[in-house]
């Protein structure tokens, strides 16, 4: 018998979708105000690699909890049930990390036009991030 499969790494697979989503937004702004700022012969501020960065942690709450339902060894027959468990705890934190990387894109734009308002910007993308591990956490303990 198998058994431990889990979700089969859905909830993994989801999650990375969305972190490549964030991380693409955000890159692609963060880029675009390195180019102005080099146009203008202004520094460019390294700091915006920190909103291309954030939505990669989202990948990792799918890891730990595709881990946990693999780990929970649940029996064959709930199979579908852990993988539509995945499906949706991965859509959510796709979706946080997908608009952790839109707010990064306008974060970093304001960042290296104004200089000013890094730990405001870096608080909503912080909001933003809890709601992934709010998901990651609550689906965990909603295991059996």
């Not at 339902?69 to 709930?78: H, K, R, T, Y």
């Not at 000013?116 to 591990?133: C, S």
């Amino acid at each position: 018998m198998v058994s431990g499969l889990g979700d089969m790494s859905i909830s993994l697979a989801v999650a990375a979708i969305g972190s490549a989503l964030g991380t693409g937004f955000a890159g692609l702004a963060s880029i675009g105000a390195w180019k102005r700022a080099f146009s203008q012969n202004k520094a460019a501020p390294f700091i915006l690699i920190a909103f291309v960065g954030a939505p990669l942690s989202q990948t990792i709450y799918g890891m730990i909890l595709r881990n946990a339902i693999q780990g929970a060894d649940l029996p064959p027959e709930s199979y579908l049930y852990q993988m539509i468990i995945g499906l949706f705890a991965g859509i959510a934190m796709a979706m946080s990390a997908f608009m952790q990387g839109k707010a990064g894109a306008k974060a970093a734009d304001a960042l290296a036009e104004t200089g000013k308002g890094f730990g405001n910007y870096i608080m909503v993308v912080g909001v933003i991030e809890t709601v992934a591990l709010f998901v990651m956490v609550f689906t965990m303990t909603a295991l059996p």
